[in-house]
Each structure stands twice: as C-alpha cells, then as structure tokens.
C-alpha cells in the first residue's frame, strides 16, 4: 500500500473515530444529532474496512457498541484474527 493510500486509511479512520466519540461525549445533544454522528461513523469506517481488509482498528471499532448491531458482530472478530496471523 503506498504511503498516500495508508495517509487516506488513517485520516478516515480518525474522522470516524471522532463522530463516535461526539456521539457520546457530550450527553445534552439531541438523540437525531447522537444517530447522525453514529451514521458517519459506520460510513466512514466501512471505507476504512474496504480500502485495508487487514486495518484491525477499523473492524474493532466497527465492532463497538453502539455502532455494532446483529449484521456486524463479526467484525471484532475479524479484527482479533487480523492481528493474531500478523504476530505468526
């Protein structure tokens, strides 16, 4: 992966990480606001995921609640296995 494309994972992931924590940080924003902070989360962490299959940081985040639901509850898992074969 080139070094723009790693730049681009990263810069992502930390703007989902970011709407996650503003969904929770602050406790007297209105709950649309909370689910709208949510939803960029998970749309931008999904980007994470497509553009490294093998970012654990994204996959466990993903895999967090409340932005982990029924359908994603695999994705802590990937992000557990992605790293164990990288320690091999």
């Given at each position: ?8 994972v ?21 709950e ?10 998970i ?20 895999g ?9 509850r ?15």
């Amino acid at each position: 992966m080139t070094s723009e494309k790693q730049f681009e994972v990263l810069a992502t992931y930390y703007l989902a990480y970011a709407d996650y924590r503003l969904s929770s940080l602050f406790e007297d924003i209105p709950e649309d606001e909370k689910e709208q902070y949510l939803d960029s989360a998970i749309s931008h962490l999904e980007k994470v995921t497509e553009m490294d299959l093998d970012f654990a940081e994204g996959w466990a985040l993903l895999g967090q609640p409340p932005l982990w639901d029924e359908g994603n509850r695999h994705d802590f898992r990937h992000a557990i296995r992605t790293q164990i074969g990288k320690c091999h």
